[in-house]
């Protein structure tokens, strides 16, 4: 199993990749009500995106939900995924930002391997026996050096038997992860993974 900085989740021996909340063309979202936000947000997750899939290659390509922000970018979305399925097979889980897609793009409700369960995360968790593996929440944590400066990372969570995968989008600024109890957090920093110890936690 490997986490990579660039938001990606990999299991090596059942082949798949496994990514969440792209909210892809969130940028032409708020082009529509007038905001004059910058073009980079899809280049960026489409240039990521397959740069996971070359460097892996995976033979499954899960989406953990929330492919798109809105219906902007329908058609955005579906060259992404067809550029993705050129390389595996891609699973596109609906999430909560998905529905209104229904039709235009095939989602499916959840996906499962021998020992996983992917779904969205916007429904109450199934105790399925598998290890699920969810998006939604777009977790993240900060670390701060006590003398006023702090930072904030995209998060991978870990708790027993449920994982929290980090936002894929760059839009995303994530929402800091208020119980840490005895889940395994890691921060997802541009150049590496780091363990987040129990002392350092900062919501």
């Given at each position: 199993?490997?986490?990579?900085?660039?938001?990606?989740?990999f299991?090596?021996?059942?082949?798949?990749?496994?990514?969440a909340?792209?909210?892809?063309?969130?940028?032409?979202?708020?082009?529509?009500?007038?905001?004059?936000?910058p073009?980079?947000?899809?280049?960026?997750?489409?240039?990521?995106?397959?740069?996971?899939?070359?460097?892996?290659?995976?033979?499954?390509?899960?989406?953990?939900?929330?492919l798109?922000?809105?219906d902007?970018?329908?058609?955005?979305?579906?060259?992404?995924?067809?550029?993705?399925?050129?390389?595996?097979?891609?699973?596109?889980?609906?999430?909560?930002?998905?529905?209104?897609?229904?039709?235009?793009?095939?989602?499916?409700?959840?996906?499962?391997?021998?020992?996983?369960?992917?779904?969205?995360?916007?429904?109450?968790?199934?105790?399925?026996?598998?290890?699920?593996?969810?998006?939604?929440?777009?977790?993240?944590?900060?670390?701060?050096?006590?003398?006023?400066?702090?930072?904030?990372?995209?998060?991978?969570?870990?708790?027993?038997?449920?994982?929290?995968?980090?936002a894929?989008?760059p839009?995303?600024?994530?929402?800091?992860?208020v119980?840490?109890?005895?889940?395994?957090?890691?921060?997802?920093?541009?150049?590496?993974?780091?363990?987040?110890?129990?002392?350092?936690?900062?919501?």
């Amino acid at each position: 199993m490997l986490l990579d900085a660039r938001l990606g989740l990999f299991h090596e021996q059942e082949g798949w990749l496994a990514i969440a909340d792209l909210h892809f063309g969130f940028e032409l979202s708020q082009r529509l009500a007038g905001q004059l936000v910058p073009f980079w947000g899809m280049e960026s997750s489409s240039a990521r995106l397959l740069g996971l899939i070359t460097d892996y290659e995976p033979r499954i390509l899960v989406i953990l939900g929330d492919l798109v922000h809105d219906d902007a970018a329908i058609e955005p979305a579906k060259k992404l995924l067809s550029d993705a399925r050129k390389y595996c097979e891609t699973i596109t889980i609906a999430g909560n930002h998905d529905r209104k897609l229904q039709g235009a793009i095939d989602f499916v409700e959840s996906f499962r391997t021998e020992a996983f369960e992917f779904y969205h995360g916007d429904s109450p968790r199934k105790n399925s026996g598998r290890i699920e593996i969810i998006g939604h929440f777009h977790p993240a944590a900060t670390l701060r050096d006590g003398a006023g400066l702090h930072l904030k990372f995209p998060a991978f969570v870990q708790e027993s038997t449920c994982w929290v995968m980090p936002a894929f989008s760059p839009w995303a600024a994530g929402t800091s992860w208020v119980e840490p109890g005895q889940n395994r957090i890691w921060l997802c920093t541009p150049e590496r993974i780091l363990p987040l110890e129990p002392g350092e936690f900062a919501a």
